[in-house]
Nanobody, 112 residues
C-alpha cells in the first residue's frame, strides 16, 4: 500500500541545520495526516512533529522552536526543517502517513 521514502539525513555539527524530506505514494496524500518520528539507539521511537491534512501542526516539546514540519501536496512530500541541532537530536528519523507503518528512515547524526 503506502510507500514512504525519507531522505536528507546527514552528519551535522551542533547548532547546524538540516532539512529532511519524505515522499509518499500509494495513498491520496492530501487526505492524510503526516508525521515525523525518531528513534535513538536504546530509546523508544518518539513522535517529533505532525501535520494534518489541512496543515495544523503539532510538535514534541523537544522540537518546539527549533523544528518546522510542512507539506507540499502537489509533490506528495512532507519536510522537517531542523535548526539549532543538538547531539540529543541524533537518531534515525522516520516518516509516517496516518497510522500506517513508518518508512525506512534516514540517519541524522549531530556531532562535533
Amino acid at each position: 500500500q503506502v510507500q514512504l521514502v525519507e531522505s536528507g539525513g546527514a552528519l551535522v555539527q551542533p547548532g547546524g541545520s538540516l532539512k529532511l524530506s519524505c515522499v509518499a505514494s500509494g495513498i491520496t496524500f492530501r487526505l492524510y495526516s503526516m508525521a515525523w518520528y525518531r528513534q535513538a539507539p536504546g530509546k523508544e521511537r518518539e513522535l517529533v512533529a505532525s501535520i494534518t491534512s489541512v496543515g495544523t501542526t503539532t510538535y514534541a516539546d523537544s522540537a518546539k522552536g527549533r523544528f518546522t514540519i510542512s507539506r507540499d501536496n502537489a509533490k506528495n512530500t512532507i519536510y522537517l526543517q531542523m535548526n539549532s541541532l543538538k547531539s540529543e537530536d541524533t537518531a534515525v528519523y522516520y516518516c509516517r502517513a496516518g497510522l500506517a507503518d513508518w518508512g525506512q528512515g534516514t540517519q541524522v547524526t549531530v556531532s562535533s
